[in-house]
């Protein structure tokens, strides 16, 4: 495309352009860098807060990541279960900043990122700055991306910021046919499924690799040239560099597949929840259709984000896509694929989506199709900035583009007017939609909700007409002036505006200060008399789920993670689900034994006045209060209590002889066997080889769990017999047990846990995660961001 006459001498230096979106981005995020005030993210703060103080405070303490993470979840690992965020600049600066105003600058610098990568991408593609910054506005800034404050989700953001950084990339490496570029972009790559989010990288790729095709197709590189190949072969080469920085995280992964109530397939039924209802599409117009946050009367169960990506974006993407679908190869590659994207996240709403789930490979792992939205903002973005050059230009087609322009301007009217007119219909319409969904929630509510938000669209449709109107009028004045620099502007101006008035509503105050949030409370205060290394079952804590306990290094049988133990999950009756839903615990309360469960934190029913209550209500206090009768109220704190399991077998106990048996069996027998007989018996699932005559020693028993480190921990023990130390941790392979220096065999016992054999006398055990696969990606990730590293320095100093 050409560069139109008017705005040949307009040029920005990067670091300008780059100064700008921080300090747009800085605007949005700027209340919230007080450490005094804590910014609203529903995920972040129910446990992610949490893990970054474990592993800052670990690391500072012990010179190193923290592998095994003893807090939550009876421990389990932490980089083999996406521990998120290690090698970013964002956790560095822990070091530095309060934990939540680091947050927040990561979001200013992600945004900031996401605005630049476009702005270099649509510059280099079309040959435009104005309209490459107007670009980088409209997808950096959409409601898509900055709507991730709310719930926290900066893995999110940062597959969404680089997506157009490694197609920048890829087109640099075409253009120029150097393997640095390569590179440079499977290091971006590689970032991006590090710190981002897995499976939206994953879709980004998809779109990297169409991408690919056709624009090698569009500047001459046949399948039938060489240079495709050539081409194909670098970015081959750049897969791997993707690889191996992924690697920190891959191998540890792989090892723990098989243990992690995560990554298996769950059916198609899974893999379509949390699809995006079709008629939300109608979000793009206004932001408010569909209602957000507490106003949202959508067939989703709830919704923390919006898909509003400027009322700008979506009438230039329809320009673009009415006025050059035929004759402009790119218009017709970016619209099919954007149709296909929009088949993708309506997911389960549609039939196609089958053919989806079968075809694309890892789509039966995956749920959430609506997180593969940001491709169609990113295309639609594209597609905008296609028109704006048109309309910008002084050909032929212009003038037929400035016609299409008006009639999309018209046809958006339009649809106002049949709002307007059978708003009633509408209302009955989706009302009957929400009646037949599945997950909707409180149908009743969103009926209300529903009514009140189509009575309140007229005004905020006629808002997004103005804005349309006016970004329309604004092209038009510079297509016709000799300078088009102020109007493109005001063009840019108008869509910060615009998403800025939907955005401002997912970037708020949490409403506490981070010291209310994970301040010591008295329960707390209780447990941290006790000095002795144990567990506490949060079973009516209302901070049990938050991280507070980890925080203030209590050891817990729960807690917050997105991939915990699968035999965990099933020993306490969770199934496969990765939240901690202790059914077991609660109809078989001696379970609690094997967990190291000293303390239960519940009300103190005792002090309830249950005369005032219903019949059902009474019922269920009477059942509470039986199960609460296995064990000795403790202390009394207001309304709660610390109750105190007296039969706990604590961290670690002795049993002299095993039984081999089934895991089914085994689970089953756990839950009906008297506790007592555990202590004779553990339980194994495969006969353990066991050398030497059974020695006897003149003592009595005693255990003891001397530090547990979190890689590590040592236990002390005096056995007057050979026997199992059962140890009441999660097993997992890297797990290596050394009594006195002496490496001996891990056992699988009891279902979930572990024990080694150890014969009598006097020893000291030490406990350590060693693992193979840790130590491989750790050297490989090391290598790539070595290579990265190097085709950085080649790139800057030989552009």
Not at 84 to 112: A, M, Q, Y
Request: with cysteine; glycine share 8%.
């Amino acid at each position: 495309m050409k560069r139109s006459k008017k705005k040949e001498g307009f040029l920005l230096r990067g670091y300008v352009v780059f100064g700008l979106y921080f300090l747009l981005a800085f605007i949005l995020y700027a209340a919230f860098l007080s450490p005094s005030k804590t910014l609203m993210g529903t995920d972040w703060l129910n446990g992610g807060y949490a893990n970054w103080v474990f592993m800052r405070d670990y690391i500072k303490e012990h010179k190193t990541i923290a592998l095994w993470n003893p807090y939550i979840f009876s421990g389990m690992p932490t980089i083999g279960a996406f521990f998120p965020e290690i090698l970013t600049l964002r956790f560095l600066s822990t070091f530095v900043f309060p934990i939540h105003v680091s947050h927040v600058l990561g979001f200013v610098f992600l945004i900031t990122v996401a605005a630049f990568s476009t702005y270099w991408f649509i510059k280099d593609y079309l040959g435009d700055d104005l309209i490459a910054i107007f670009s980088g506005i409209s997808y950096g800034f959409s409601g898509l991306l900055v709507s991730t404050t709310y719930a926290g989700h900066l893995g999110r953001l940062t597959s969404m910021a680089l997506f157009p950084l490694y197609l920048f990339l890829l087109k640099r490496g075409i253009d120029r046919g150097k393997l640095v570029y390569f590179l440079l972009m499977g290091s971006v790559v590689g970032y991006s499924f590090l710190n981002g989010h897995l499976q939206m990288t994953y879709f980004g790729i998809l779109f990297l690799i169409a991408f690919f095709i056709f624009y090698n197709l569009s500047v001459g590189n046949s399948l039938k040239s060489g240079r495709f190949y050539l081409y194909a072969f670098y970015s081959i080469l750049g897969g791997i560099l993707a690889g191996l920085i992924y690697s920190f995280y891959l191998f540890p992964v792989i090892e723990n597949l098989p243990y992690t109530a995560r990554g298996a397939e769950r059916g198609f039924e899974y893999a379509a929840s949390w699809s995006m209802p079709p008629e939300e599409i109608l979000n793009l117009i206004t932001p408010r259709f569909s209602g957000i946050l507490d106003e949202y009367w959508g067939r989703s169960y709830f919704k923390l984000h919006t898909e509003y990506m400027g009322i700008l974006t979506l009438f230039f993407a329809i320009v673009a896509i009415f006025g050059k679908f035929k004759r402009d190869k790119l218009v017709r590659f970016l619209t099919i694929y954007g149709i296909l994207v929009l088949l993708y996240v309506w997911g389960g709403y549609t039939p196609v989506f089958r053919v989806f789930y079968h075809v694309i490979p890892l789509v039966k792992k995956f749920r959430a199709p609506n997180l593969m939205f940001f491709v169609f903002n990113f295309i639609s973005v594209f597609l905008a900035s296609i028109a704006l050059k048109t309309l910008l230009s002084e050909d032929k087609e212009s003038q037929k583009i400035k016609r299409v322009s008006i009639y999309s301007l018209v046809g958006l009217f339009l649809v106002f007017i049949v709002f307007l007119l059978f708003k009633n219909g509408f209302v009955t319409l989706f009302t009957g939609i929400l009646e037949r969904a599945k997950d909707a929630g409180n149908v009743r509510t969103k009926i209300v909700l529903l009514e009140d938000a189509l009575t309140r669209l007229p005004a905020y449709f006629i808002l997004s007409l103005v804005f349309a109107g006016a970004g329309l009028g604004a092209v038009f004045a510079a297509s016709s002036k000799r300078s088009q620099v102020p109007y493109v502007i005001l063009l840019a101006v108008i869509s910060y505006f615009d998403l800025y008035l939907a955005d401002r509503n997912f970037v708020v105050d949490a409403g506490r200060s981070i010291e209310e949030m994970y301040g010591e409370d008295e329960i707390i205060n209780l447990l941290k008399q006790d000095r002795e290394i144990y567990r506490v079952f949060p079973l009516m804590y209302q901070r049990a789920m938050d991280g507070t306990l980890m925080i203030h290094r209590i050891h817990s049988i729960g807690g917050y993670t997105s991939s915990p133990p699968k035999r965990y999950q099933e020993f306490i009756g969770a199934g496969q689900s990765v939240m901690f839903n202790p059914q077991n615990l609660l109809l078989y309360p001696t379970m609690l034994n094997f967990l190291d469960c000293k303390y239960i934190i519940a009300y103190d029913f005792s002090k309830l006045d249950t005369t005032r209550y219903d019949e059902n209500t009474k019922k269920a206090i009477r059942n509470w209060f039986s199960y609460l009768a296995n064990f000795s109220l403790d202390k009394s704190v207001g309304q709660l209590a610390l109750y105190r399991n007296d039969s706990n077998f604590g961290r670690v106990y002795f049993s002299e002889n095993y039984k081999v048996l089934s895991s089914d069996s085994i689970l089953n027998l756990m839950k009906n066997w008297p506790a007592d007989s555990f202590k004779k018996y553990v339980l194994l699932e495969k006969e353990p080889e066991i050398k030497g005559e059974k020695i006897v020693y003149d003592g009595t028993l005693s255990l003891n769990v001397v530090a547990h480190k979190g890689n590590s921990f040592e236990i002390s023990a005096r056995l007057p017999r050979s026997g199992f130390l059962v140890v009441s941790e999660n097993y997992h392979p890297a797990w290596k047990f050394y009594i006195d220096g002496k490496k001996v065999e891990t056992f699988l016992a009891n279902y979930a846990f572990m024990a080694v054999y150890c014969p009598a006398g006097e020893h000291r055990i030490l406990a350590k995660f060693e693992s193979g696969y840790h130590r491989l990606g750790f050297i490989l990730c090391f290598l790539g961001f070595s290579i990265s590293l190097i085709a950085l320095i080649i790139a800057i100093k030989r552009p």
